[in-house]
Nanobody, 119 residues
Framework: VQLQACGGGLVQAGGSLRLSCAAS????????IHWFRQTPGKEREFVAA?????YYADSAKGRFTISRDNAKNTVYLQIVSLKPEDTAVYYC????????????????WGQGTQVTVSS
């Protein structure tokens, strides 16, 4: 199983990015795909997830949109109105079945993509 996260980069505050998480080696439609993020010195935190439904952390509601394309085995995380505090490494993770915000419940992790927001 491989999860490949990409789409990060350096962007000015107020800009937008679309992160992608491409999966292989699993029955994609049977997995809930999650996004977490981590900044130096802080614990990794849940951002958003999509299974048969979607779920967002409070910090992500309103500016983050998660979607999936099962035909492409890919999940997207659209982020608009980026803020400097969104700067982090964003990781995607897969869990069989339903969404769960606990990192320990994830079965597979991608390598992360860096998002840097300049003020």
């Amino acid at each position: 199983v491989q999860l490949q996260a990409c789409g990060g980069g350096l962007v000015q505050a107020g800009g937008s990015l679309r992160l992608s998480c491409a999966a292989s080696g699993l029955t994609f439609s049977a997995y809930a795909i999650h996004w977490f993020r981590q900044t130096p010195g802080k614990e990794r935190e849940f951002v958003a997830a999509i299974g048969w439904s979607t779920y967002y952390a409070d910090s992500a509601k309103g500016r983050f949109t998660i979607s999936r394309d099962n035909a492409k085995n890919t999940v997207y995380l659209q982020i608009v109105s980026l803020k400097p505090e969104d700067t982090a490494v964003y990781y995607c993770a897969a869990k069989a079945g339903q969404i769960d915000t606990a990192q320990a419940m994830m079965g597979y992790w991608g390598q992360g993509t860096q998002v840097t927001v300049s003020s």
